[in-house]
């Protein structure tokens, strides 16, 4: 599969425990995209990355979010005491310049 | 407030009939503007891409317009199926690599 993978497709943890999220890229996609999407609603952007550089983080994500993208290839997105707020399903795009961006199954979390 | 705008938010219709969706936007500048299908907990799925200078783009039975003047653009489902059932997300991007997403129409077929 040469898709964007994401993994897990589902996680549930406790309140205030600590998660992370890795994301798979198509391979020769240098952008890469986070979005984070509740029932009933279209995704929200978090953040985006060009190659490995963070080129914005939106004012959704407090600072208990953060994301990584080493040597640009894969990207990591990690919460930190989740709150049951954070509750969503979390999904990761790439796309290879302007061009179409093509996205994951999703991970799935819940806190409880 | 929202720069894409979808209606209905959800409607019901009959295996084999046709049913239209609305987008509406705001987002200036424009680069090009994206149908995505959506099932229950999996990612969205690209129908259609279009450009400013595009009218009409079609995909098999999905076809969509947009008129850049007015800001308007729909997605037509003709002779609808079952697996037709699923979300349905007009997402505009601008000169950037902002995406900005409408909220959905949930389209649900029944036999």
Redesign the interface.
């Known amino acids: 599969d040469t898709g ?1 993978s ?1 993994d897990p497709r589902h996680k549930i943890t406790k309140r205030g425990q600590n998660v992370t999220f890795r994301c798979d890229p198509i391979s020769e996609h240098n ?1 890469l ?1 986070w ?1 984070r999407q509740t029932l ?6 978090l953040t ?1 990355f ?1 190659n490995e550089a963070q ?2 983080k939106s004012r959704l994500l407090s600072d208990r979010f953060s994301a990584e993208r080493p040597k640009g290839s894969f990207s990591t997105l990690e919460i930190q005491r989740t709150e049951q707020g954070d509750s969503a ?1 979390y ?1 990761c ?1 790439s796309s290879l310049a ?1 061009n ?7 991970t ?1 979390l819940t806190v409880v | 407030k929202n720069q894409v705008e979808q209606s209905p938010q959800s409607l019901i219709i009959l295996e084999g009939k046709n049913c239209t969706l609305q987008c509406n936007y705001t987002v200036s500048p424009f680069s090009n503007l994206r149908w995505y299908k959506q099932d229950t907990g999996r990612g969205p799925v690209s129908l259609t891409i279009m450009t400013f200078s595009e009218n009409t783009k079609s995909n098999g039975r999905y076809t969509a317009t947009l008129d850049a003047d007015t800001k308007q653009s729909s997605l037509h489902i003709t002779a609808s199926q079952l697996s037709d059932s699923a979300s349905y997300i007009c997402v505009v991007s601008g000169n950037d690599y902002k995406l900005s997403f409408g909220a959905g129409t949930t389209v649900t077929v029944r036999a």
Do not use: H, I, K, S
């Open positions: 964007v994401q952008r995209y979005y009933g609603q279209g995704p929200e952007f985006y060009q080129l914005e399903m999904l795009a302007r179409e961006a093509f996205f994951g199954q999703g799935r």
